[in-house]
């Protein structure tokens, strides 16, 4: 498992309402901010909760276990964990205790081991709107398909996610506009897009849920 880097309290106190008033100030009032708190310590969990976070992200299985075993009960009772990286199938059974939505579903495999092991589970469909095949995410052309196998399959299907490509904004803004026009062809609420680099884009195109790692706890150790 990599090392995971402590922040102070203080830090994150100051930059939650630095970030609570970019989203505000972009009309984002109704848009959810999920505390990317991969990479880092279960300090800064339980401070991210004490700011109002309690929706968080996490990418990495060990790394999640690890963490959540040093919360306690009473935290992990109202905390929402949002699994954001790529999910190995044989990870699931490990992780399913404690994640309440999969934002990484992609492929047919991985749904019918959720279907298996986490039956009823809010899942979101990853597109690879970003054409970086080391992202993750399935393409538009398979997208319909998946999510009516994941319906077929007793899941809940609630979002779209997808990571934004880099360079120019209006290449940004356009894959993030065909996200949001397949999630409402499709009738799913959520679209989880946008980061601490293009929030504002993001937002702008329509999204519901922002995943914020930088803006609120400053740059992850590398792995």
């Known amino acids: 498992m990599k090392p995971v880097?402590?922040?102070?309290?203080?830090?994150?106190?100051?930059?939650?309402?630095?970030?609570?008033?970019?989203?505000?100030?972009?009309?984002?009032?109704?848009?959810q901010i999920l505390a990317v708190t991969k990479g880092f310590d279960a300090q800064v969990i339980e401070t991210a909760a004490e700011c109002g976070f309690?929706?968080?992200?996490?990418?990495?299985?060990?790394?999640?276990?690890?963490?959540?075993?040093?919360?306690?009960?009473?935290?992990?009772?109202?905390?929402?964990?949002?699994?954001?990286g790529k999910m190995q199938t044989n990870k699931v059974r490990k992780i399913e205790p404690i994640v309440g939505t999969w934002q990484t579903v992609d492929r047919?495999?991985?749904?019918?081991?959720?279907?298996?092991?986490?039956?009823?589970?809010?899942?979101?469909?990853q597109i690879n709107i970003a054409g970086n095949d080391s992202q993750g995410g399935c393409e538009f052309s398979e997208a319909s398909e998946l999510v009516s196998?994941?319906?077929?399959?007793?899941?809940?299907?609630?979002?779209?996610?997808a990571i934004g490509p880099q360079g120019d904004?209006?290449?940004?803004?356009?894959?993030?506009?065909?996200?949001?026009d397949f999630a409402d062809d499709h009738e799913l609420p959520e679209r989880s897009i946008g980061m601490t680099n293009d929030l504002?884009?993001?937002?702008?195109?329509?999204?519901?849920?922002?995943?914020?790692g930088t803006a609120l706890f400053g740059d992850r150790p590398q792995r």
């Open 54 to 84: 309690m929706s968080i992200g996490e990418s990495y299985a060990q790394e999640l276990e690890a963490k959540w075993s040093q919360l306690g009960e009473s935290l992990q009772s109202e905390l929402s964990v949002h699994f954001i």
């Open 200 to 212: 504002e884009i993001a937002i702008e195109a329509g999204s519901t849920m922002v995943r914020i």
């Open 169 to 180: 904004p209006a290449d940004i803004r356009v894959a993030y506009k065909k996200l949001v």
């Open 5 to 31: 880097r402590a922040v102070s309290r203080e830090e994150i106190v100051d930059r939650a309402g630095r970030l609570r008033e970019r989203v505000r100030s972009l009309g984002g009032t109704k848009v």
């Open 108 to 125: 047919v495999s991985l749904i019918e081991e959720l279907s298996k092991r986490a039956g009823g589970a809010d899942v979101m469909l």
């Open 149 to 161: 196998f994941v319906r077929d399959k007793g899941l809940n299907p609630v979002g779209a996610m």
